[in-house]
């Protein structure tokens, strides 16, 4: 068993190192990653990769950490910040933080949804329906979601009878910007 684990390590590292040079390669911003600057982004990339238990999220964290080694100087700390958010956040979160975000929105909601509950509903069905009420919750606490589309103030949500959101949240700036960098989104000009 000890010997194992570390091989699924790195086995994930050894992925994610290819996915991130594909990327670096892509934006062409190889030189970029042997600067000091770029070697915390590099740090934390390889150690969310070691225990990220899908080739998504591995994907995912590739295209946050080549955005990053490809910023400038400045920018380096913020996206940094914007790569440990991720590791706040499960893929699962991600796909929901996406399905509110876009005309699609609601398709991809309805397919996220848990189905309708009864009152007398077994604990494992109960429980589906609060882990996707608290992954609302994480995405508004950490910022990636706005209880209004013009200011952050807080108001109270309105559950509809099958659990859904009736009014809000919105993806937030920052929510759209973590999209974008993950590669859910593709990169426009006001998102840098």
């Known amino acids: 068993m000890t010997v194992v684990i570390p091989n699924q390590r ?20 190889s030189e970029k990653a042997s600067q000091p600057s770029s070697a915390p982004l590099i740090e934390e990339g390889l150690s969310q990769a070691a225990r990220a238990f899908t080739s998504e999220r591995r994907e995912y964290l590739a295209k946050c950490v080549a955005h990053g080694v490809n910023s ?8 940094l910040k914007i790569l440990r958010m991720l590791e706040e956040i499960g893929d699962d979160d991600l796909l929901l933080l996406d399905a509110l975000d876009g005309p699609e929105a609601r398709d991809k909601l309805s397919a996220l949804q848990p189905p309708q509950l009864l009152a007398n509903a077994p604990d494992k069905e109960r429980a589906k329906g609060e882990l996707h009420r608290a992954s609302y919750r994480k995405l508004l606490s950490i910022g990636l979601l706005s209880s209004s589309p ?23 700036a920052l929510g ?17």
């Open 72 to 79: 400038d100087e400045q920018a380096k700390l913020n996206e």
């Open 150 to 172: 013009y200011t952050d103030e807080p108001r109270r949500w309105r559950y509809g009878k099958h659990g859904e959101l009736e009014d809000g949240p919105y993806v937030s």
């Open 10 to 29: 790195l086995d994930r590292v050894e992925a994610f190192l290819l996915l991130l040079g594909q990327e670096l390669e892509r934006l062409s911003a």
């Open 176 to 192: 759209r910007m973590v999209l974008v960098r993950v590669g859910l989104r593709p990169s426009g000009p006001e998102v840098t």
